[in-house]
């Protein structure tokens, strides 16, 4: 299996923190204003694009390519700082 190292887009960074901070799909769909079905393709999506085959192997990928941080003091993963600065606007 090759893994690729491919940007993932802001609200799919969002979702992967979210669900590497312990939320399920439920509690990520309210946290980004999306449906749990809109999570669940974006999951998909950056699934595919990093070449990972579960949820767990994604949150690995995404960690060791330096596209999420885990903060120490915070004993969490956080979005990068230019991450924040482009995130999309969620819907009205």
Same mark, same amino acid.
């Given at each position: 299996?090759?893994?690729?190292?491919?940007?993932?887009?802001?609200?799919?960074? @969002?979702?992967v923190?979210?669900?590497? =901070?312990?939320?399920?799909?439920?509690?990520?769909?309210?946290?980004?204003?999306?449906?749990? /079905? =809109?999570?669940?393709?974006?999951?998909?999506?950056?699934?595919?694009?990093?070449? /990972?085959? !579960?949820?767990p192997?994604?949150?690995?990928?995404?960690?060791? @390519?330096?596209?999420?941080?885990w903060?120490?003091?915070?004993?969490?993963? !956080?979005? #990068?700082?230019a991450?924040? @600065? !482009?995130? #999309? #606007?969620?819907? /009205?």
């Amino acid at each position: 299996m090759s893994l690729r190292t491919t940007e993932l887009s802001a609200l799919q960074l @969002q979702i992967v923190m979210h669900i590497a =901070n312990g939320m399920s799909f439920t509690e990520v769909a309210k946290a980004v204003a999306r449906s749990e /079905a =809109n999570v669940k393709y974006h999951v998909g999506q950056a699934k595919a694009k990093c070449g /990972a085959k !579960t949820v767990p192997h994604l949150v690995s990928v995404v960690l060791g @390519q330096g596209q999420l941080h885990w903060d120490g003091d915070q004993r969490a993963v !956080t979005l #990068p700082s230019a991450v924040l @600065q !482009t995130s #999309p #606007p969620a819907p /009205a």
